[in-house]
């Protein structure tokens, strides 16, 4: 009964803007962290960003350098959800993107990706 699914994904022009969401359920850990994940045709899986929180509390963000300053994470505790706001999106963006959900103690789920593609 867990699901992680994803959504907000695809066609875009480089310098424009999307918004991925992510939404769980089913989820009988308590969630400590939500990430988003990218992996191209090709490449390898990359952290893209990161956010740890127990409540409001103990609040972390982390970001692939490739993204900073250009893209943004944020979580709802309460609607167990996290988003990923995309500002000047590149070529070099396109990928699919996944969701992550974990625990502290090494238990994790994900989303099957929702596809970004960046193109003129």
């Known amino acids: 009964q867990v699901r992680v699914v994803e959504s907000g994904g695809g066609l875009v022009q480089p310098g424009g803007s999307l918004r991925l969401s992510c939404a769980a359920s089913g989820i009988i850990f308590r969630i400590y962290y939500m990430a988003w994940y990218r992996q191209a045709p090709g490449k390898q899986r990359e952290l893209v960003a990161r956010?740890?929180?127990?409540?409001?509390?103990?609040?972390?963000?982390n970001y692939a350098d490739s993204v900073k300053g250009r893209f943004t994470i944020s979580r709802d505790v309460a609607k167990n959800a996290v988003y990923l706001q995309m500002n000047s999106l590149k070529s070099d963006d396109t990928a699919v993107y996944y969701c992550?959900?974990?625990?502290?103690?090494?238990?994790?789920?994900w989303g099957l990706g929702t596809q970004v593609t960046v193109s003129s």
């Open positions: 956010i740890t929180s127990l409540g409001d509390t103990n609040r972390s963000t």
């Open positions: 992550q959900v974990g625990s502290n103690t090494g238990v994790s789920s």
